[in-house]
C-alpha cells in the first residue's frame, strides 16, 4: 500500500509526472546540479574573494534542490514555499547586485536576475508558479 507523499493521497501520481511538470523537473534537476557544483568549487577553493555571492549559490542548489524533490514527488506546498523563496531570491539579489556591484565580487545564480545564465533564474520561479496553480486549479475541478 502506497502512503500519502506531500500534499497527494496515497497511490496517486505525483504531479509533474509528465508533460510539462516533467520539463520543469529537469530544468530544476539540472539547476541545482550546477548551482551546487559550482558553490562546492567556489566555497572551497576562493571562499575569502566572495563569501557572500558563493554562500548564496550554495543557498539557491538548496532552494533548487527542494522544489526539483517537492515537484517530483507531488509536495504542492513545499514546491510553493521553495519556488517563493526562489523568486523572493532572485529579485532581491538581482537588483542588490546591480545598485552595489561591489557587494557582489564575484557572480551568483542570481545576480543580476540570472544574466550569466540566460535569465533562465528569473523565469523558472515564475513559470513554476504559474504551473503549480494551473494544476491545483485543474484538480479542483469536477
Not at 577553493?45 to 538548496?62: G, I, K, N, Q
Request: aromatic share 8%; hydrophobic share 55%; charged share 15%.
Amino acid at each position: 500500500m502506497a502512503e500519502a507523499t506531500g500534499d497527494r493521497p496515497a497511490g496517486e501520481q505525483p504531479a509533474a509526472a509528465g508533460g510539462a511538470g516533467r520539463v520543469l523537473v529537469a530544468v530544476y534537476g539540472v539547476f541545482a546540479l550546477a548551482a551546487g557544483a559550482r558553490a562546492a568549487v567556489q566555497l572551497s577553493t576562493r571562499f575569502a574573494e566572495a563569501p557572500v555571492a558563493y554562500l548564496l549559490s550554495a543557498l539557491a542548489a538548496a532552494v533548487y534542490l527542494v522544489a526539483t524533490v517537492a515537484l517530483a514527488r507531488g509536495g504542492r506546498r513545499t514546491a510553493l514555499v521553495a519556488i517563493t523563496v526562489e523568486l523572493v531570491g532572485v529579485l532581491v539579489v538581482g537588483t542588490l547586485s546591480l545598485l552595489d556591484p561591489a557587494a557582489f565580487p564575484d557572480e551568483t545564480v542570481w545576480s543580476a536576475y540570472g544574466r550569466g545564465y540566460a535569465f533562465i533564474p528569473l523565469v523558472l520561479p515564475v513559470a513554476g508558479l504559474l504551473w503549480l496553480r494551473r494544476h491545483h486549479q485543474r484538480t479542483l475541478r469536477p
